[in-house]
Every structure is written in structure tokens, then in C-alpha cells.
């Protein structure tokens, strides 16, 4: 089955120093560095790497209050950090939670006759979770890497991992993943 890895919104706004809507500080670096260390052991393994950001429309006033502007299309905030490892430019922005909303990102899909997907990103309570939903409801077969989601607390990635998981959602850790690479 051929496999993708979504790399969701590893963005300044979300784990920079002057993000405006961090996940827990506390998660950050050890998510980064195992983000980073899976995109290397993917591109080495032939994966394809997917980046996904957010690049929320300016005029969405109300949403962007709760976002506290985070991610605003064109924005600094918006960029992916500079920490994160970029392999390749293959890069589809979403205007909402679900990565799936972009039909780009869809077709891709399809035309690479990818099956599965790996999701690592932020947040686990929220585009991370709403993406492996859509990716079950769209017949993918889906696995997030629980050390390498960040979530605004461990308390909300834990629920978060738990609920994808009474979802069809396959819930491994980093070196269950690497083994994956290995066969």
C-alpha cells in the first residue's frame, strides 16, 4: 500500500517563539525533533513528504479572534518554521482544519495511488484530528505518530489520540514507525 507523510502545520504561529496560538512549550522540541528525524527516515524510504499549512483569509474576523490571528494568509506566522527539515517543495495550504478541504491535496493523492497516510503535526485536538477523520471518511488508511503531535495540553492530546483511536485511527509511536521504513 503506498504510503504519504502529512506534515501539518509546523508553523510559526503554532510553535515559534512568538506564535500566537502555541501548543504546550513543553512538547515543542522533542515533537520538532521527531517530526525531523521521520521526514529523513520517509524521504530515505522513498515516502512521499507532504507539507500542509494553514492560511486562514483575513476577512474570517470572528474565526481569526478565536485563532487569536494566527496563520493569516501571507502572514510571517504562516510560514513553516525554520527548525522544521524540508525536503521537497510539495506544499498545499487549507483554509480549515481538514487537509482534505483542498481538492489539490486530494487529486495528489489520487493520481500517486496513495492509500495511507501518516500524520504528524498540530494540534492533535484539532487539524490533525479533523484530517485522519476525513482521511477514514475518503477510505484512507491513516496512522498517527503520537510523539510527534503537539496539542495545546497533554491532557487534550492524550483525548485526542484516544478518540482517533476508537476511530479506525491507527495511534504508534515514532519507533513502531520505524520499523514500518525498515520492512
Known amino acids: 500500500m503506498k504510503t504519504a507523510l502529512f506534515v501539518l502545520d509546523i508553523q510559526k504561529d503554532f510553535i515559534g517563539d512568538q506564535a500566537r496560538m502555541p501548543i504546550a512549550k513543553h512538547q515543542i522540541e522533542p515533537m520538532l525533533k521527531c517530526i525531523n528525524t521521520i521526514i529523513e527516515k520517509a524521504n530515505n524510504s522513498g515516502i512521499p513528504i507532504i507539507y500542509i499549512g494553514n492560511e ?6 470572528i474565526l481569526n479572534w478565536f485563532r487569536n490571528n494566527s496563520a493569516l494568509k501571507g502572514s510571517q506566522g504562516a ?31 489520487h493520481v500517486n495511488d496513495i492509500k495511507h ?7 492533535a485536538e484539532g487539524c490533525v484530528k479533523a484530517t485522519a477523520n476525513s ?3 475518503k477510505n484512507f488508511s491513516v496512522s ?16 485526542s489520540l484516544n478518540e482517533m483511536d476508537n476511530n479506525g485511527i491507527i495511534a504508534m509511536d515514532s519507533l ?7 520492512d
Not at 176 to 182: Q, V
Request: net charge positive.
Open 56 to 61: 486562514f483569509e483575513p476577512k474570517q474576523f
Open 79 to 109: 510560514n513553516l518554521d525554520e527548525r522544521l527539515t524540508i525536503v521537497n517543495n510539495i506544499y498545499f495550504s487549507k483554509k480549515t482544519g481538514d487537509a482534505l478541504s483542498n481538492s489539490e491535496l486530494v487529486s495528489y493523492l
Open 117 to 123: 497516510i501518516i500524520i504528524v503535526g498540530v494540534f
Open 135 to 137: 482521511a477514514i471518511r
Open 144 to 159: 498517527v505518530v503520537k510523539d510527534a503531535v503537539g496539542s495545546a495540553s497533554d491532557k487534550k492530546k492524550i483525548k
Open 176 to 182: 513502531s514507525l520505524f520499523e514500518m521504513f525498515a
